[in-house]
């Protein structure tokens, strides 16, 4: 029965990193700011891509009704 030798378990190892320099208040004023230009950026985004579709689909009528 020398299989079965019940071993010590390997632990996974700790990580415990504190930076010198962190500014929680900073931190969090800068992903303040990129959340609003994420939101600001994607408005706009989403009025040009509804103009672009309508741009598409009316070239495409056109198309279809030179070729029928």
Known sequence: MGIFIPRRRVKHR???YEPRYYN???DESIKRRMRIKSRA??????KLDMLYLLILL???????????
Do not use: C, G, V
């Open 58 to 68: 009316l070239f495409a009528m056109f198309i279809y009704n030179q070729l029928a």
């Open 24 to 26: 929680p208040e900073k």
């Open 14 to 16: 700790r990580f415990d």
């Open 41 to 46: 950026r994607h408005k706009r985004r989403s």
